[in-house]
């Protein structure tokens, strides 16, 4: 039997978007506490990832139920090993008004976690990461933000299709105005 849209089991997308979370709030921990990744993966792993409705964890209470331990290690380990060819992309990418320090960090943190999915070797179609990664921005950003980082995403996942060639300067500018559009709207 083929499985349709309607046959999708509800668990596993929110299990997927619950780690997702997880490795941006990891992200965010790390960067701000300096922690290392290993050390916050096992913090999170012991004391904040829930893994079924049973342990009876929240949101509100700081844990991330439903969560798969499994995708979020590899979403920190990858934007964390990944981490300078993520940061000088974002680099070509922003703004030069808007440096990767000058941004929120949660806002980085979920620029890190899109980076270290489309730069991993999972095939999850970039369409894929970037709609997950919007959704979790929405619920942590306000304003203009989510619109950014929809064009920066998009941006990102477009310079990763490009062929190993140095790209042109007219490409460059165009991407750069494509992610400092209000609207993220690509041109």
């Known amino acids: ?23 941006v709030q990891a992200l965010f921990q790390i960067e701000q506490g300096n922690e290392s990744p290993d050390s916050v993966i096992n913090q999170f792993n012991r004391h904040r990832l829930g893994t079924s409705a049973s342990e009876q964890c929240t949101y509100a209470e700081g844990q991330v139920p439903d969560a798969d331990a499994r995708l979020f290690g590899i979403v920190v380990r ?4 990944r981490q300078d060819r993520i940061d000088a ?16 960090p949660v806002l980085r943190a979920i620029m890190h976690a899109a980076g270290g999915e489309m730069t991993g ?3 999850i179609p970039a369409r894929v990461i970037i709609n997950e990664y919007m959704d979790i921005a929405h ?13 920066v995403l998009d941006a990102l996942s477009r310079r990763l299709k490009e062929p190993a ?6 490409t460059d ?15």
Do not use: C, Y
């Open 1 to 23: 039997m083929t499985q349709t849209d309607g046959d999708r089991q509800p668990n596993k997308v929110r299990s997927r978007t619950a780690s997702r979370v997880a490795a």
């Open 78 to 81: 990858g934007a964390m090993a």
């Open 121 to 123: 070797g999972d095939p």
């Open 89 to 104: 992309l974002l680099h070509e990418i922003l703004p030069a008004s808007w440096p990767l320090a000058r941004l929120d």
């Open 173 to 187: 500018t165009t991407v750069v105005e494509d992610a400092a559009t209000p609207d993220g709207a690509a041109s």
């Open 165 to 170: 060639a140095p790209a042109q300067a007219e």
């Open 139 to 151: 619920g942590f950003l306000a304003g203009d933000e989510p619109r950014m980082l929809n064009g």
